[in-house]
């Protein structure tokens, strides 16, 4: 949990409250309802969708091996290489027909993937390449793209109604070249989806250049995540951003 709205998921605090307890997991809890007489005190449940949707988790890397949500990178003599991991979970207990994974690059002024709060990025990476989460490549039944000029809102609509056009454009993308420096996110479609509960994992590789002026950069990246089955849509989540500094 946290009461920052700059994302820096610090302070949080255990949920021990009996009543939270007693609870399913698909409830969210609604302190001090706006227009109701009662104080904070009261607690109201009412239920949502998912949460965080497909669970998207995005984890930091310098050697492709040991992640992190925050890696530390001395770029003074030369650029480096960097990883990010890319995972998503089916919650579902029925399968997925397709799956689709955005990712906001970290660029300067960037902002999160669903939202617009700001991701405070200070500079740009080069992306160099997408492949499964071990290092090999990505099925035939995934498909890659790039946008120079995807937003939130436009994310939005692209996870919640893969039918729809966004307003976006996407421009397809071997996952094997690097990318211009003009690209703002990635785009994955996975067009067989997902089985009952089912894992992904993908790798995106990329250079940290070089940083000889002294003072800190860092780079933030983000990600969301949705998925169709036969009854609609997941609602996609949106989790914590995660970077080299």
């Known amino acids: 949990a946290s009461d920052d709205p700059t994302q820096q998921y610090t302070n949080g605090g255990e949920a021990t409250n009996w009543w939270l307890n007693v ?16 104080g904070a005190t009261f607690r ?29 990178v001395d770029t ?15 919650p579902e ?26 991701k405070k990025s200070t500079v740009a990476l080069q992306v ?39 307003g976006a454009t996407w421009i397809p993308w071997d996952g094997m070249s690097s990318l211009p420096p003009t690209a703002k996110a990635v785009k994955l479609v996975k067009t067989d989806g997902l089985l009952a509960t089912e894992s992904f994992g993908m790798r995106m590789q990329v250079t940290l250049p070089q940083n000889d002026g002294g003072s800190t ?10 998925g169709k089955h036969a009854g609609g849509y997941i609602v996609p989540g949106e989790p914590h951003k995660s970077g080299f500094y």
């Open 217 to 226: 950069l860092v780079a933030w990246n983000t990600m969301s995540a949705g």
């Open 23 to 38: 609870l399913p997991a698909d409830w969210a809890i609604i302190d001090a309802i706006p227009g109701q007489s009662y």
């Open 93 to 118: 207990s029925t399968n997925l027909e397709e799956v689709r994974v955005i990712d906001m690059l970290p660029t300067l002024g960037d902002v999160m993937a669903l939202s617009d709060n700001a």
């Open 128 to 166: 160099d390449g997408m492949t499964l989460a071990d290092g090999s490549a990505l099925p035939s039944s995934c498909e890659l793209y790039y946008s120079e000029d995807a937003t939130p809102a436009t994310n939005r609509i692209e996870l919640t109604d893969f039918s729809a056009l966004s």
């Open 44 to 72: 109201q449940g009412y239920p949502v969708d998912n949460g965080l949707g497909m669970n998207p988790l995005k984890l930091a890397s310098t050697d492709g091996t040991d992640y992190a949500l925050t890696q530390a």
């Open 76 to 90: 003074s003599s030369a650029p480096k290489t960097g990883y990010y991991s890319l995972d998503i979970t089916n």
